[in-house]
Nanobody, 123 residues
Framework: QVQLVESGGGLVQAGGSLRLSCAAS????????MGWFRQAPGKEREFVAA????????YYTDSVKGRFTISRDDAKNTVYLQMNSLKPEDTAVYYC????????????????WGQGTLVTVSS
């Protein structure tokens, strides 16, 4: 089974930037799509961004469009989430995830989750 390890979370002030990394132990058809979800205190987990390994297609939830960029490094089996113009409402635990297909609504056929990395944005 593919394992995912996130890193890059931390504390940043509003308007600042962070880059999250998600390293996959391997790549399979079942994990052809990778992306990010987040969960803020008292809220449900929500989709943030996704990217396909088989085709360079990217998808974002409306609240992060224009601020976040998802990218990949094929050689390292790593997906990144560059987060710019951060807002306090972006504060959450960010989880990397992998599945079969990336879509505008999230990742279909989710197979594996990372452990999460905390992003805190101060006012």
């Amino acid at each position: 089974q593919v394992q995912l390890v996130e890193s890059g979370g931390g504390l940043v002030q509003a308007g600042g930037s962070l880059r999250l990394s998600c390293a996959a132990s391997g790549r399979t058809l079942s994990t052809a799509a990778m992306g990010w979800f987040r969960q803020a205190p008292g809220k449900e987990r929500e989709f943030v961004a996704a990217i396909s390994w088989s085709y360079v297609g990217t998808y974002y939830t409306d609240s992060v469009k224009g601020r976040f960029t998802i990218s990949r490094d094929d050689a390292k089996n790593t997906v990144y989430l560059q987060m710019n113009s951060l807002k306090p409402e972006d504060t959450a635990v960010y989880y990397c995830a992998a599945g079969r297909e990336a879509t505008s609504l999230g990742i279909r056929y989710l197979q594996v989750w990372g452990q999460g990395t905390l992003v805190t944005v101060s006012s």
